[in-house]
């Protein structure tokens, strides 16, 4: 992981935290995917909680320079996507997240330890 890498991942983590986001996950998918190399995950507990961390990644995000070029999810605020460079972000409503499980599709002993960032909630 690259310094850019680790300050995205870190950027984004805190806007979450930021937003009483919980549940956190970063995958390395690097080397599994070509779409795209870390997966960021975390829940929200309703509709306008996830809508809200999504916006606060999308600001933070931007003020540091992120560009968001696919957006898509913010209509319903069960699942919501955010791409940028080589990040996917998922927010998903808690709900939502046991329906879809892709931290058991794609983990494989590819999870990064989120405490690093000094992240509270993030289980």
């Given at each position: 992981?690259?310094?850019?890498?680790?300050?995205?991942?870190?950027?984004?983590?805190?806007?979450?935290?930021?937003?009483?986001?919980?549940?956190?996950?970063?995958?390395?998918?690097?080397?599994?995917?070509?779409?795209?190399?870390?997966?960021?995950?975390?829940?929200?507990?309703?509709?306008?909680?996830?809508?809200?961390?999504?916006?606060?990644?999308?600001?933070?995000?931007?003020?540091?320079?992120?560009?968001f070029?696919?957006?898509?999810?913010?209509?319903?605020?069960?699942?919501?996507?955010?791409?940028?460079?080589?990040?996917?972000?998922?927010?998903?409503?808690r709900?939502?997240?046991?329906?879809?499980?892709?931290?058991?599709?794609?983990?494989?002993?590819?999870?990064?330890?989120?405490?690093?960032?000094?992240?509270?909630?993030?289980?």
């Open positions: 992981m690259n310094l850019d890498d680790k300050k995205r991942i870190e950027v984004i983590l805190n806007a979450c935290d930021n937003k009483k986001a919980y549940n956190f996950v970063v995958l390395d998918v690097s080397k599994i995917s070509s779409i795209t190399d870390y997966f960021i995950i975390c829940s929200g507990n309703n509709e306008r909680q996830t809508v809200a961390i999504a916006d606060e990644v999308l600001d933070r995000g931007l003020k540091e320079g992120m560009n070029y696919h957006k898509e999810g913010f209509e319903t605020g069960r699942w919501i996507l955010l791409e940028t460079d080589n990040i996917i972000v998922h927010i998903f409503h709900e939502e997240r046991d329906i879809y499980d892709l931290e058991s599709l794609w983990l494989d002993n590819n999870s990064l330890d989120v405490e690093q960032y000094g992240i509270k909630n993030w289980k």
